[in-house]
């Protein structure tokens, strides 16, 4: 886990998706929520109990991508490229009470916080 990221991330343990990128002529498909549901029910079906990202605080459309699919925000991290400072927000979800992983008393979700797969959830 990016070390930067580690004190804004509640669920452990936790599975880091480190890029999701969609070639533009597939854009609107339906592929990136397809890919990110095949994703999900993975991670939750081997015992992770969130997923954390981070993206690009000027990336509109993938903040709203990633929130419309259950992503909330948790913060933001400052990093370096080429010299350059970029901004990330950084997103979790949680995978506790997903199909193949019941919830538990024990899990200390937050209350609102429960997730449902898919898009819009």
Not at 30 to 48: H, K, N, S, Y
Not at 74 to 82: D, E, K, P, T
Request: with cysteine; aromatic share 6%.
């Amino acid at each position: 886990m990016d070390p930067s990221c580690a004190d804004q991330i509640r669920h452990r343990p936790t599975v880091g998706i480190s890029k999701l990128y969609v070639d533009p002529a597939h854009l609107g498909t339906g592929v990136a929520a397809d890919m990110l549901d095949a994703i999900t029910a993975l991670c939750a079906g081997r015992g992770a109990h969130g997923l954390w990202l981070a993206t690009n605080v000027a990336n509109a459309r993938a903040r709203a991508f990633y929130v419309k699919n259950g992503f909330l925000e948790r913060g933001h991290r400052v990093f370096l490229v080429g010299g350059r400072e970029n901004d990330d927000v950084v997103y979790e979800k949680t995978l506790l009470g997903l199909p193949g992983r019941p919830p538990s008393a024990s899990d200390g979700v937050e209350s609102g916080e429960r997730q449902q797969p898919g898009r819009g959830a």
